[in-house]
């Protein structure tokens, strides 16, 4: 079931992309070199909300530097599922999971780890747009280097690096001190994902961020996804079939048997699951049989 | 594909990984806790320092001191904020636990002596602040607390629902003036619903210090939480329900009063117990309306009578020995007809919910 | 406007619009009329209490002038009668402040402790805990605050006093330590702890889980996340809950009434003294022996006190209600 990896990206010659390279993240934020072997993978993971179990033995790896879609019909565990990753999970009342998940070889859900931490490593970008209403669009930007307390110089370049990457500074450069609540619906994904990234989290996690928004912007958060994934490994829950085709390296299907618990039908590379499924209940959904 | 049993036989219980504790962890909490409580047994024994300085002084502080330290050296720099998080809330809660208990606990220690069958029924005939407790009792300020309670509610009750069924049901023009209105009154100080009473009806000569005039004043205060508690319940009712009933062809009148207040019952019902908790321990406008008497009076319109809360005004004025067992008692007797008030109302809304 | 579009002439309908539906039957306009006019009692108490209290305590107050609020004196003896209210006015003020500074911190760790920090089952039984709380009479806490809590409290003042004298917010020149502004102060913490408490914890609850999820996802402690989101969305709740408090405080009678002296020569911030004052408290006071005029006086305090405590009132109400209506939009 494990996905196959195929080569790191790391290596692209990322001139030869033609993609343009964003403002060297480098600067700002230096990398550590270690963490060039970073990646995500789960190991049997099974989870309940109280007695009902939702997600049985999901095995799935994400390659560093890959963008990898989650599909399935909706209720089957997704969110959910994507929630484990980053220990948001936990928050919820009655839930439990078994299971481990591999971050860098470790277990995040050891008693061990912090789980702040791998929160800041591992960002999430939630479904509906979720700025804070009270700070500026400047002071979102900034709000998770607040919050898990990381130090920090030069605000103001770290706030045009992150809006940059996120496709959103020519829109907002003139007005950052404006209300977050003063944007639309894309715009204000767009600052949540620049949010998320200025904490410079090697992996982000996002939940069918683009759900509430229009085709235009849409394709722009698409476009920074792609760019986005020349730097950091990226899972993403869609359901628009198109976008898991345009954005994805890998899928992988979940589906839940009525009355059963979800499991992943079929994981692998994104052109071999919609091109060529084993699976024929793959093959039905991503072809709009059902779901 | 298996059969998922409906309740399985034997329930597993679902693993939650982040319920473990790093032990790390369980040892900074521990010392985060243990450490300051021992430190302050230590003075407290040791030393000649006062109790509430060295909690205060001492043990506060060392709480904050240990509980920040641990758990940035757990945790790092964040850690520091949920540690103050922690120990103010800890610190909040045991202190309202505290004086809570205090409160109810020496209301029960010190009320229980004085309670008796005679101290429930008879009157305060004949009774010094001296008198042996066997002799003597609330019986008449229970009658007239009951009476006063039952004039304030004649009056308050038709009026609040009214308001309420003003505001949700008519929906009329005045609407949001006349929930403005009954706000306002509900910020209307005790005192100052006595002193109105009693410049309204008794300087005036209308009747004397009476059940009625405490009633009036009661139902001043009563009536805002009748109504504020009836406009939520009214609110609840279903919009179809209303429909339905226009649809059959009935008139206004009768939809509300077939129809929704029948639907709202049990709710109306809390509210009104939930007014006549609000009013019944208050002290300060029945001084000033009913006054206070020493015979059982059920005459509700002349001469005065006592009621429970004026009886321990009284009682806990006069400062002897027995007067301030009394007090207690009577405070005890109040507590207790709150108490069953407080259940009732948590009875009723729990139903409610069942019901919805 | 005459040239191209609206030229449909004489055949547009008129479109006819539905008010409320009007009562037609009898039986139903009586129903009506008297919901309406049981409605306003409302109205008709609150003006009435205006204009009793005013009328009443009018020759008064005019006689007085603005020295009723401004002075310090009360007297009926020696034939002249002098009713000045300034240190009974400071004096719920000033008791009123101190019962905010301790319930206020205590309030809202609580609320805070209840929806975010303790297990589900401690939490709903704080909540009922805090009913009870609201729902003891004033006479019972007034009882025990002069029969048990003052000895306590006189025992923490005069360490304070003992350690901390030194700043005149402490100092004490009377030696004696029961009956002070300090005691009523924390009498009133007790009874606006709920009030304050449930007004928090209520608007608390209601921060949005998107925006707490958020927080928590970009790495955000608990406390930092409270902070950050849950507080600043909280704050116009909160800010109303305590003036709900503060209106109760205001017109608290006769708890303050059994554990604070009465007197009627200002005491501005020695709060550890055993001198007082309390609008409220006083017309108990005074109302069993006073005098005619004595009584018009007692009414003229009164009417201060209800406008005060109504000015509060309605302010909390609004901001209370601002703040929900902002989170709405
Ligand atoms: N807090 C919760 N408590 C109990 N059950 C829950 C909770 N949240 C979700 N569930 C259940 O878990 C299952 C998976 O929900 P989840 O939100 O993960 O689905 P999803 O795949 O993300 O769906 P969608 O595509 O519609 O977003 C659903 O059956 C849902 O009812
Ligand atoms: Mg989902």
């Not at chain 1, 993609?19 to 270690?34: L, W, Y």
């Not at chain 1, 960002?123 to 209403?133: A, S």
Request: with cysteine; charged share 15%; glycine share 8%.
């Amino acid at each position: 079931m494990d996905a196959t990896r195929i080569a790191s990206t790391t290596n692209v010659d990322i001139e030869a992309t033609g993609v343009r390279v964003p403002n060297t993240p480098q600067d700002a934020h230096p990398r550590n070199p270690e963490d060039a072997n970073v990646h995500l993978e789960t190991k049997d993971v099974h989870i309940w909300f109280g007695q009902r179990l939702i997600i049985e033995k999901v095995n799935l790896s994400f390659p560093e530097n890959s963008v990898t879609a989650l599909i399935g019909p909706s209720g089957c565990g997704k969110s959910t599922f994507i929630r484990t990753l980053n220990r948001m999970h936990e928050f919820i009342p009655g839930a439990a999971l078994a299971g481990q998940i591999l971050y860098d070889g470790k277990d995040i859900y050891d008693a061990h780890v912090d789980p702040v931490d791998i929160r800041v490593q591992i960002g999430m970008v939630f479904q509906k747009p979720n700025p804070f209403p009270s700070m500026s669009i400047k002071e979102n930007v900034l709000s998770g280097l607040h919050l898990a307390q990381i130090k920090y110089e030069n605000p103001d370049e770290i706030v045009r690096n992150c809006l940059e990457r996120a496709s959103l500074w020519t829109e907002v450069k003139d007005r950052l001190n404006a209300s977050a609540s003063s944007l639309s619906g894309g715009q204000q994904q767009r600052l949540c994902i620049a949010r998320a990234l200025a904490v410079n989290p090697k992996v982000l996690l996002m939940d069918e961020p683009c759900s509430a928004l229009d085709p235009g912007s849409t394709r722009r958060i698409e476009g920074t996804i792609k760019e986005l994934s020349q730097e950091m490994t990226i899972v993403i829950v869609t359901h628009n079939m198109a976008q898991a085709q345009r954005v994805s390296d890998y899928t992988a299907f979940f589906l839940a048997e009525e009355g059963a618990p979800a499991q992943v039908v079929e994981s692998g590379r994104t052109d071999e699951i919609f091109m060529r499924p084993k699976d024929p209940r793959t093959n039905d959904y991503v072809n709009g049989l059902f779901g | 594909m298996t059969i998922t049993l409906e309740k399985p036989i034997n329930p597993v219980k679902p693993p939650k990984p982040w319920a473990k504790r790093n032990k790390s962890t369980v040892i900074s909490n521990a010392i985060a806790v243990i450490f300051p409580i021992l430190v302050l047994a230590a003075l407290f024994f040791t030393t000649e320092i006062p109790g509430p300085v060295l909690v205060v002084v001492v043990f506060f502080p060392l709480q904050l001191l240990t509980a920040g330290v641990t758990s940035f050296m757990d945790k790092g720099k964040r850690g520091i904020g949920d540690a103050v998080l922690s120990v103010g809330c800890v610190t909040a809660f045991g202190l309202v636990v505290a004086l809570l208990g205090s409160v109810v606990l020496s209301v029960i220690a010190r009320g229980f002596p004085a309670i008796r069958f005679s101290f429930l029924t008879q009157n305060n005939i004949y009774i010094s602040p001296t008198t042996d407790l066997t002799y003597g009792g609330i019986g008449h300020a229970l009658l007239g607390t009951l009476l006063v309670v039952l004039i304030a509610t004649l009056i308050a009750v038709p009026l609040g629902i009214a308001s309420a069924i003003y505001i949700t049901d008519i929906k009329g023009r005045a609407a949001g003036f006349v929930r403005f209105m009954v706000q306002a009154m509900s910020g209307v100080p005790s005192i100052v619903a006595g002193l109105f009473i009693f410049a309204a009806i008794i300087l005036t000569d209308v009747v004397g210090f009476s059940a009625i005039a405490g009633g009036l004043a009661y139902a001043i205060l009563m009536l805002p939480t009748v109504a504020r508690t009836a406009e939520e319940v009214l609110r609840l009712v279903p919009k179809e329900v209303r429909d339905a009933a226009v649809a059959l062809g009935s008139s206004r009148a009768r939809v509300t009063m077939r129809i929704v207040l029948p639907t709202a019952k049990t709710g109306l019902i809390t509210a009104v117990v939930l007014g006549v908790a609000r009013i019944i321990g208050e002290t300060a406008p029945l001084l000033l309306t009913t006054s206070n008497a020493n015979n059982t009076n059920l005459n509700p319109f002349s001469d005065p009578v006592s009621t429970i809360p004026v009886y321990i005004f009284q009682y806990l004025g006069s400062g002897y020995q027995t007067s301030i067992q009394r007090a207690w008692g009577a405070a005890l007797v109040l507590l207790i007809v709150v108490a069953i008030l407080f259940g009732l109302t948590r009875y009723l809304s729990r139903n409610k919910r069942g019901n919805v | 406007m005459s040239s191209s579009t609206l030229e449909v002439p004489g055949n547009t309908p008129t479109p006819r619009y539905f008010g409320r539906e009007k009562s037609r039957t009898k039986s139903d306009k009586l129903f009506s009329g008297s919901i309406i006019v049981a409605a306003l009692s409302s109205l008709f108490v609150l003006t009435a209490i205006l204009i009793y209290l005013g009328s009443n305590s009018w020759p008064v107050l005019v006689e007085q002038g603005i020295s009723f609020v401004t002075g310090s004196e009360w007297s009926t003896t020696d034939g002249v009668e002098v009713f000045q209210i300034w240190p009974m006015l400071y004096g719920t003020l000033l008791n009123a402040i101190i019962g905010l500074v301790i319930a206020v911190p205590v309030s809202v760790f609580l609320a805070l402790f209840i929806v975010f920090l303790a297990p589900r089952n401690l939490s709903k039984v704080l909540t009922v805990v805090i009913d009870i709380l609201a729902a003891i009479p004033s006479g019972i806490i007034g009882l025990w605050g002069f029969l048990v809590f003052t000895d306590t409290a006189a025992g923490w003042g005069q360490l304070l006093n003992q350690y901390l004298g030194w700043i005149p917010l402490f100092a004490n020149d009377q030696n004696q330590f029961a009956r002070s502004p300090f005691i009523a102060g924390w009498v009133l913490a007790i009874m606006i702890i709920p009030i304050i408490t449930v007004v928090s914890r209520e608007v608390l609850a209601q921060t949005p889980q998107e925006l707490l999820d958020a927080a928590r996802g970009l790495g955000g402690s608990l406390s930092g996340s409270i902070r950050m989101v849950a507080l600043p969305h909280a704050r116009g709740g909160i800010v109303g809950g305590v003036m709900l408090g503060l209106g109760r405080a205001l017109g608290e009678t006769i708890a303050i009434y059994f554990v604070l002296n009465l007197i009627f020569d200002v005491n501005i911030y020695k709060i550890l003294n055993p001198e007082g004052g309390a609008i409220a408290s006083m017309i108990v006071a005074k109302f069993g022996e006073a005098t005619p005029n004595e009584i018009n006086a007692l009414l003229g305090a009164g009417l201060i006190l209800f406008i005060m405590t109504l000015f509060v009132n309605l302010a909390a109400n609004y901001i209370v209600k601002r703040s929900q209506r902002e989170k709405l939009i």
